[in-house]
């Protein structure tokens, strides 16, 4: 399939192009579409080449579009006027193949976009390609995407989560107006999986009452099914706390597919270069260090141990607290006992042959260095996070 992106350069366009060339070049293969060349359409591009490439494609993806114009007038001269000139090239070419615009919520021209001249313009374009449709029989994919976010967004330009992202990675000043204004927001990579899913017909046909989506299989408009609410407050708040990682070190709550995963993912891209890197502090002594690596909210922490060549580490026990240590290098012996007998359990333990070996609750345990010149390095999982005030954690040796 031979597919024509308009609006290449953009923030959806580099996103949908890039997964697209993952698709050809044979890195993604669970859509199930084959890809074999990429028309990329730009403000660069020449009206040659738009008119071989509407000559040629075999899908049109209609991302294109004005945002922020010098003049109001401009709206509707990028938005409606290229649409046009897209649509009557596709004709000259007697090329019927489906084609998607990308529209916006202000197209509803419902409650506060009423009086939208970007709305208008985007309602033009939408008329414009059902027409089309209509009158040529190809397949036409019109969607409205509400406010959209991830890697890649501009900031301080359209998008108030590029906004907030890039001002608190970067340590810039910001304003949030009204903490408690609601946003309806799309992620990039759930409109791609959509944009990727039109090519094989998958697409989620709906109707609109204003701002209203209601799901239809026959229905003239598109939609992305995957989105979230959030208020300014919140976005920032969270935003707060993934700025706060590196010296917390708490990872917040990120369940699968939940608004705080993608953001997650949306704020570290803007990281600038000194940030990216960020050192957790060591605990140093002549045994050798001991650093917390993560904490997490309810599922404990993972840190990392070096012991020095001959030392032995532990003897101690615990009541409640329990431990994974898995020997990524070096060579090493974990003894464990049982409080109240004198039966030693044993484990010899190589990065050579990596193993995980449970701290048991109610056994004194430990972890000796069995090399005179190499270090053994452990990674340790504890099912919770070190508190000082009630450490769980008693000295008595193994033998």
């Known amino acids: 399939m031979r597919i024509l992106v308009t609006g290449a350069k953009g923030f959806v366009g580099k996103n949908l192009c890039a997964q697209l060339k993952n698709i050809r070049d044979g890195k993604a293969r669970n ?8 028309f990329e359409y730009d403000l660069d591009s020449t009206p040659e080449q738009l008119d071989a490439w509407c000559r040629d494609c075999d899908f049109v993806f209609n991302l294109a579009g004005v945002n922020r114009p010098q003049n109001q007038d401009e709206f509707m001269k990028g938005n409606f006027g290229f649409a046009s000139t897209l649509l009557e090239t596709l004709q000259k070419h007697g090329n019927t193949c489906p084609v998607m615009l990308s529209s916006s919520q202000q197209a509803s021209l419902a409650g506060r976009f009423g009086n939208s001249e970007y709305g208008r313009s985007k309602k033009a374009g939408e008329d414009l390609f059902l027409r089309y449709g209509e009158d040529t029989g190809a397949r036409v994919l019109v969607y409205r995407f509400p406010n959209l976010f991830g890697k890649w967004c501009r900031p301080n330009y359209n998008s108030a989560v590029a906004t907030f992202c890039n001002a608190v990675a970067n340590d810039l000043p910001y304003t949030v107006n009204d903490p408690s204004v609601e946003l309806e927001l799309l992620y990039i990579d ?5 944009m990727i899913a039109c090519l094989r ?8 009452d204003g701002l209203g989506v209601f799901p239809m299989k026959d229905g003239r408009y598109c939609y992305v099914p995957t989105t979230h609410k959030a208020t300014l407050g919140d976005i920032v708040d969270l ?4 700025a706060d990682q590196p010296r917390t070190l708490l990872i917040p709550e990120i369940p699968s597919g939940s608004f705080a995963k993608k953001l997650y993912s949306t704020y570290l891209s803007y990281l600038p270069k000194e940030k990216v890197a960020f050192p957790p502090k060591m605990n140093v002594d002549n ?11 309810n599922a404990g922490q993972v840190s990392i141990n070096i012991s020095k060549p001959g ?17 990524v290098a070096g060579h090493g012996l974990i003894q464990e ?3 109240g007998t004198d039966e030693v359990i044993e484990f010899e333990v190589s990065g050579d042959n990596i193993q995980a070996v449970h701290m048991l609750p109610g056994y004194t345990h430990n972890i000796i260095n069995l ?13 919770e996070i070190f508190d000082s005030n009630k450490p769980d954690t008693y000295f008595e040796p193994v033998k």
Not at 31 to 38: H, L, R, T
Not at 190 to 194: I, N, P, Q, S
Not at 201 to 208: A, P
Request: aromatic share 14%.
């Open 190 to 194: 759930d409109l791609v999986d959509e």
């Open 311 to 327: 030392i032995t580490k532990g003897q101690h026990w615990h009541n409640t607290k329990w431990e994974f240590f898995i020997v």
């Open 201 to 208: 017909g998958g697409e989620h046909r709906c109707e609109f």
């Open 371 to 383: 090399s005179q010149t190499e270090n053994l390095v452990t990674v340790m999982y504890c099912n």
């Open 31 to 38: 859509y199930g579409v084959a890809v074999e060349e990429i």
């Open 287 to 297: 045994r050798g260090s001991f650093t917390e690596l993560v904490h997490t909210l």
């Open 239 to 242: 935003l707060n706390q993934f």
């Open 337 to 339: 006992r049982r409080l």
